[in-house]
């Protein structure tokens, strides 16, 4: 909807609510929430204390406590920054009917509400949505403090708070949850039998944010966890495209779709955000007719989507189009490598210089150097046999961790950064 169909009202605040770190700051949140959902309180805007700099970009866009700048809906309950990987943030403008419609559907999708473990920051969407179930089933969620800078994600903790989590629903009788990011299972699927008993405590684990290798769910479901790969973004207030499956009362169409089915993702239901936030031209482009057009390519087959990818992640090489999570999927399956990322960097001869960056299961030593170049050999070997020679990385970088977002997900910019550096400057295990 754009924003030349909104009634712009001055008599609802958006309130800047700074995020703390741990469980302090989730329960503020929650706070707010049930007023701001209840129409009794002020819009809310979440805003991370840190890192500054990150806070500060998401203030500039949403533009909280600004009686200059009032909201352009009175119905607008919650005010939430973009979570993207690249690009800069933009304030999503949901209301409490978006807000509610998407908790709803998801309980009707996987059955009687539950109680979840809360894994994921609450100044993004995913996190916030946890909240918005719980509040709605009268469940409390089981906070983990590592939330929003609160300490590190480490799946030591997340199998202590699996197990406070299911004794609790056992106790109640109630169904246990979770959300994460893709990078968050990766690391609890690594610690192996300890990592994977906490998975199978849960009867759902939701996982989006990102593209999840395909090798990854099926480590997951290998394993007898109840993995759910979700696709949503904060416009569509989360999640709503369930295993492939649209959530009821969501419609999912493809744009532009070129002989292969393949175009541009189109969503519509009643989640979908009234727009963003003083940016009404944005608004105009990207909310047409009721749908939120994403910026993601994939494709309908037999009622289920699938997936390909941002639009920006096809780059060309050689004349080729290429695909960026492609590449990392079949990085991904590789023996030893726990995950992968890759991307583009332009060049005059071939159009685009692909870097992939990898983390192993084990560390090898740097010691070996023969060994090390043999591996990244067999790596590039190996996505050149099955994707073809253009989609080959120039270049393999071991590294201990991929960089990542306060969101969870992997940090795009900063791996660009680190690909346009000198090879001697680079972090290698």
């Not at 189009?321 to 726990?338: E, F, H, K, T, Y």
């Not at 970088?397 to 795009?412: C, F, N």
Request: proline share 7%; net charge neutral.
């Amino acid at each position: 909807m754009a924003f030349n169909r909104l009634v712009r009202m001055k008599s609802r605040p958006l309130m800047r609510l700074d995020v703390a770190p741990g469980s302090a700051g989730a329960l503020a949140v929650a706070d707010a929430l049930v007023d701001a959902l209840a129409g009794t309180g002020p819009a809310i805007a979440p805003i991370p204390v840190a890192p500054r700099a990150h806070a500060e970009r998401i203030v500039r866009a949403v533009r909280p406590d600004d009686s200059s700048a009032p909201l352009e809906s009175d119905a607008v309950a919650l005010c939430v920054a973009t979570a993207g990987s690249v690009g800069q943030p933009r304030g999503v403008l949901l209301t409490s009917e978006q807000l509610i419609a998407s908790a709803q559907m998801s309980d009707h999708s996987l059955g009687d509400p539950a109680r979840w473990l809360l894994a994921l920051p609450v100044d993004h969407i995913a996190g916030i949505q946890v909240l918005v179930r719980s509040h709605l089933s009268g469940l409390p969620p089981v906070i983990m403090e590592s939330l929003g800078g609160g300490g590190r994600f480490t799946p030591e903790e997340f199998a202590n708070a699996a197990r406070a989590a299911r004794a609790m629903c056992d106790a109640d009788g109630a169904q246990l949850r979770t959300a994460l990011v893709p990078t968050q299972l990766i690391r609890v699927l690594d610690a192996g039998r300890d990592g994977v008993n906490a998975l199978g405590a849960f009867d759902a684990v939701l996982v989006g944010g990102a593209t999840t290798p395909s090798s990854v769910i099926e480590r997951a479901h290998s394993r007898g966890i109840k993995l759910i790969t979700t696709y949503g973004m904060t416009e569509s207030a989360g999640g709503c495209v369930y295993d492939g499956h649209p959530l009821p009362g969501v419609s999912v169409t493809i744009g532009d779709a070129d002989s292969h089915g393949l175009g541009r993702i189109e969503l519509k239901g009643p989640n979908i955000a009234l727009g963003y936030r003083l940016r009404p031209a944005d608004t105009a482009e990207s909310f047409v007719d009721g749908k939120f057009l994403t910026n993601d390519v994939g494709r309908l087959k037999a009622g289920l989507l699938h997936v390909r990818g941002r639009r920006d992640d096809v780059v060309q090489v050689g004349g080729m189009n290429v695909s960026l999570p492609a590449i990392d999927d079949c990085l991904s399956r590789q023996p030893g490598v726990s995950q992968a990322a890759s991307v583009a960097q332009p060049d005059d001869q071939w159009g685009s210089r692909i870097t992939s960056f990898v983390v192993l299961r084990q560390p090898v030593s740097e010691e070996d150097a023969g060994d090390l170049e043999r591996l990244r050999r067999k790596l590039t070997q190996s996505v050149a046999k099955q994707l073809g020679t253009e989609a080959r990385p120039r270049s393999v970088v071991l590294v201990p961790s991929l960089p990542t977002l306060p969101s969870g997900k992997i940090d795009r910019s900063a791996l660009s950064l680190l690909a346009a550096q000198p090879t001697t400057n680079r972090p290698q295990v």
